[in-house]
């Protein structure tokens, strides 16, 4: 029986590494890809402000 070594879309890659399914190569290099870091930044705070002066706030 033949098997057909295809490469993974990278969306699936991400997310079996994110999950710890697949494992990190440690070598530069290893499968072609850079590694890959997911940095998760939080929204902006936007206080309330009033349009004009004297306007109440809504809450």
């Known amino acids: 029986m033949q098997t057909i070594e295809q490469e993974l879309p990278i969306e699936l890659e991400c997310w079996l590494l994110r999950h710890g399914i697949l494992e990190v190569d440690k070598s530069p290099g290893g499968d072609g890809h850079a590694p890959i ?3 998760e930044e939080e929204p ?3 206080a309330w402000k009033p349009s004009y002066e004297g306007e109440e706030p809504p809450f």
Do not use: L, N
Request: charged share 15%; glycine share 0%.
């Open 37 to 39: 870091y997911m940095i």
């Open 44 to 46: 902006p705070f936007e």
